[in-house]
């Protein structure tokens, strides 16, 4: 498919394809907009199935980093990377330092930072041939904790929108995806008294969960017919599609994940549902907020400060869709777009 006809083509301003066939490396850099700042997103290393999949994450990926740095008062544009292997058993040092010097060659226009399949000690290897790089040892390093202090944030303003509550203790969440933020989150709700349902395809981690937080496990399909107050999608993207969406039995969907619509129509159901949808790029800033203070320098407490406002602006995205009678990731999108495209 040619990629200006790509349906996931959004005006983006630079694609680029990277090949070093000394490391195997085959990975895309999509520079999606810049009109606030140089780009800036995770590096993403994933087998993909086909070049085309590993094109639509990263074209749906960086469109959803502008409007996460919209969102968030951030001066950065949206970009991702991703790398096509499997990070476990295809991952070296030298593939990673390769990839680095395709970025150095963009110069400032996309920062690169970890994500699903990459590390801190991935991000200090690129760090060896180019400074455009966060989340290295000795600066943010990994954000996880960031994301998931963010979400829980986030998730407690869904749950005092929807429910009136203000707090989550007693309240069920089921959470789909126990990794590094996922894991952080479970520990944030725990901690505060709610009762977790969790899944995961690795098997030591729930039986981690189980033990630590009294969690009951279930099987990786079986989390969308779980009855509870808040579904947490902490894994990848899409989760919330025609096959799942007529299983849920929530009334709030708050997590961590990106893209977890499959396509806008399901934000217009969930919405017809009576299901609150807490918009991914929104709840899950918190890591880039930690990483944007190395790209862009600013300090500690106004990083808190731009955390602790991803309630203020989920209440005001939550607020409006109720006046218009819209879904919440539409409204969210109207937001961002007044900052980044007003910046032209």
């Not at 409006?320 to 009678?325: P, T």
């Amino acid at each position: 498919m040619p990629l200006f006809d790509h349906e996931e083509y959004n005006d983006h301003e630079q694609v680029v394809f990277c090949r070093d066939a000394e490391t195997g490396l085959h990975a895309i850099i999509a520079i999606h907009n810049t009109n606030l700042g140089p780009s800036l997103g995770g590096c993403r290393i994933w087998p993909f199935r086909t070049e085309d999949e590993a094109l639509t994450d990263v074209l749906r990926l960086s469109r959803g980093m502008t409007y996460k740095a919209a969102v968030a008062g951030l001066p950065l544009g949206g970009g991702k990377a991703v790398i096509i292997a499997d990070s476990k058993t295809q991952k070296t040092e030298a593939m990673m330092k390769a990839f680095g010097r395709h970025v150095d060659h963009l110069g400032r226009r996309y920062i690169t930072a970890e994500d699903v399949g990459s590390s801190v000690a991935d991000m200090d290897a690129i760090k060896t041939v180019t400074d455009h790089v966060v989340g290295v040892t000795g600066g943010a390093g990994d954000p996880s904790n960031s994301t998931a202090h963010g979400v829980f944030i986030g998730l407690k303003a869904a749950v005092r929108h929807k429910l009136g509550r203000d707090d989550v203790d007693g309240l069920h969440v089921a959470v789909q995806g126990i990794g590094h933020v996922g894991w952080y989150l479970c520990e944030y709700l725990h901690e505060a008294g709610a009762r977790l349902t969790v899944t995961d395809i690795n098997q030591d981690a729930l039986k981690k969960a189980e033990a630590t937080f009294g969690a009951t496990v279930v099987a990786p399909d079986d989390i969308y017919d779980v009855e509870a107050d808040v579904f947490a999608p902490c894994a990848l993207g899409a989760v919330v599609n025609d096959v799942t969406l007529p299983r849920l039995n929530v009334p709030v969907i708050a997590g961590s994940a990106n893209n977890v619509l499959g396509d806008e129509r399901h934000g217009i159901e969930l919405r017809r549902r009576g299901i609150l949808y807490a918009p991914d790029y929104v709840i899950n800033a918190g890591g880039l907020i930690d990483v944007a203070r190395f790209a862009v320098g600013f300090g500690m407490d106004e990083a808190r400060q731009k955390l602790d406002r991803i309630d203020d602006t989920l209440l005001e995205i939550f607020h409006r869709a109720d006046d218009l009678d819209t879904p919440t990731g539409e409204i969210a999108d109207r937001l961002a777009e007044e900052r980044f495209q007003g910046s032209a």
